[in-house]
């Protein structure tokens, strides 16, 4: 336990608990929901052998339950139907409310419609909608009746969506027509199309939600979204009940890798750490309206739009569009409108925000707002404090915290369900209780404070994906190392704690910068850049170097206002020198519109390897905006000839 927690009893009881009895710990946050029947053992694993479905460890096997069951039924079986559970806007400004009572009732529907079409316990079904009603009601559905859903953020293009359903081997998929975009329509039609054509021939079903009027179907496997409910008349809409290491979803991992992982997350352990994890980090209550910002093709999506808040049977707000559409305003706007209590945004989006400065942000009503909490990368101390000091004006705490889509849900933090920790701008938080976290030299060793390694959980918590879906022996290789004495899962992330148990990210492992040596985290020099008033956006990688191993090339987006000048530059390295020392020897400044991102707003800094060594940048179907590889190409270019006629 690091200093940190002790600064707040409540946490580190819960933190000495997790410590003394791990098994007996998870076992009381599971009794927080419902169980059809109790398990017969909280705790197995056997790190060397998987069992014959490529699990290396369960938990709470043996006992029956299911996620869906606990997120509606539940609350609607203690009477509270009438209180409302899902709010669904878009930035066209329509709106629909769900009640509990009335969800469950499209939960029910569309799960005898899943049975009508042919879908049952075990079978695979893919996802290709937005951020809407119709698509979170399909995935409680297939978690009601037991069928595992897989979830493709809508906007990927056909070649990812092909490879996802050809992958997780689903039986059937469903997608919307369109969506909308900054006041744009948003086709998916052809995307649909061509990933049936190209890898998706195994598809049985294809239901199709026609948002645009006097659409004909173009194709007789298609099914209409009225046709398909029709198909539960005459059907159960029954809860299937489940052991609780049966599968819930299948979600691939973000495209920051060359090549996509299906974690695998299940009915019981996953629903224990989302509900826990909400409580103890986010605090989520019953009388909560929250916000969580992400989409549901992201493992946000589905544990903190979806399948958290409900769990705790609070209010959650889904919205399908952008955060500055139709105005900058939009964001805090919505927060007043819906007297939101809790949001959950990305570093990202913050930074988005900071384009328009804090004037949207004036004249509204934002005092129903408790918390703020920031995830996907580092929230930079620069633009924390912005956010923080400026634009909330420092009435509530905007809070980091860590995990991936792989752990399910958060596993560092500042748990301010538990009682608010200080906050240490740039810091993730500390290590959350039940995760058995360590930071290792290349030797297998403990790192001490301050000592850059990797990260690492020296134990199975349980959100954490026990296998991934058809590569077991992936999952092996990919995550967990053998170190002297112990076998460890490996998160991919350089990390190093401080004195008093904060934890302080440097960029994935791969991404470290080896300068003279000396070693540099991409995290580090892109929070460098931040800190000068002109820099909206920061992305960072290494360039080999004849003298000193590795220099660094920096691609900058500028705020509005700002043009890139020999003076600004100067400015540039000079702020990174000051933060970081001479250490941090700049090979190049390349002004660019945008970074190569994920849609989940993570930077593709092996995008910009590739562009930087001039290489192929391999499977780029997660990006954002294509344009934005060339674009960096181009600035790399044109650097390159600057530099040669010079």
Known sequence: MGQAELVNPRVASFCRAAAADPDAFWARAAERLSWRRPWESVFDWDPQQPDERGRYFRWFEGGVTNLAWNCVDRHVERGQGGRAALICEDERGERRVLTYAQLENEVRRTAAALRGLGIGRGDRVAVYMPTCAEAITLMLACARIGAVHIVVFAGFGSGALAERIRLAGAKALFYADLTWRKGKHVPLEGIVDDALAGGGEGVEKVVVLRRQAGE???????????????????????????????????????????????????????????????????????DDVWWSTSDIGWVVGHGYIVYAPLLAGCTTIAFEGALDHPGPDTFYRLIEENAVTGVFTSPTAVRQLMKYGVEPARGRRLGSLTRVFCAGEVLNAPAWQWFQKEALEDRVPVIDHMWQTETGGPVFGNPWGLGQLPIKPGSAGVALPGIDAAVLNPDGGECGPGEKGIMVFRRPFPGLTATLWGEVGRYASDYWGRVPGQTVYMTGDAAEFDEDGYVWFSGRADEIIKIAGHRIGTIEVETAFLRHPAVAEAGVTG???????????????????????????????????????????????????????TRSGKIMRRVLKAVTLDKDPGDISTIEDEGSVGEAREAWDAMRKEVGAN
Do not use: C
């Open 543 to 597: 360039r080999p170097d004849p003298v000193r191993m590795e220099v660094i090339s920096a691609f900058l987006v500028l705020r509005q206002g700002h043009e890139p000048s020999p003076e600004l530059e100067r400015e540039l390295l000079d702020t990174v020198r000051r933060e970081l020392g001479p250490v941090a020897v700049i090979g190049e400044l390349n002004f660019v519109v945008m970074l190569p991102k």
């Open 216 to 286: 004909a179907e173009t194709r007789s496997r298609k099914l209409g979204w009225d046709d398909f409910l029709a198909l539960g008349s005459g059907q159960s809409d029954r809860v299937e009940w489940l052991e609780a290491n049966e599968p819930l979803y299948i979600l691939a991992t973000s495209g920051t890798t060359a090549k996509p992982k299906l974690a695998v997350h299940t009915h019981g352990p996953y629903a224990v750490h989302i509900d826990a994890m909400g409580d103890w980090v986010f605090g989520l209550r019953q």
